[in-house]
């Protein structure tokens, strides 16, 4: 089974904590209080790219790159790239 295909059948186990809330809405500058929801929706874009390097998912789209941990699917944090 294709790695991403895992994290899509894990999706609803995606989650972060309290300060992972509070890094990805500055990072991104989100003025949404569902992060993990916004993060989801951009895992599921079909536009979006989703690799995995070691223990984390990476998944990258529109400028932004969310960091996902592979066992505990905590969204670790999200970052806009430069490019």
């Known amino acids: ?3 991403k295909q895992v994290l899509f059948n894990n999706i609803d186990k995606v989650h ?8 990805i809405k500055k990072n991104l500058k989100l003025d949404t209080d569902d992060v993990v929801e916004y993060c989801k929706n951009k895992v599921l874009d079909k536009n979006c790219n989703i690799y995995k390097q070691g223990k ?16 505990s699917y905590t969204i ?3 970052h806009k790239l430069k490019r």
């Open 1 to 3: 089974m294709e790695d």
């Open 16 to 23: 972060t904590t309290e300060m992972g809330i509070d890094r």
């Open 56 to 71: 984390n998912w990476y998944c990258e789209i529109d400028n932004i790159k969310i960091t996902i941990n592979s066992y």
């Open 76 to 78: 670790i944090t999200a």
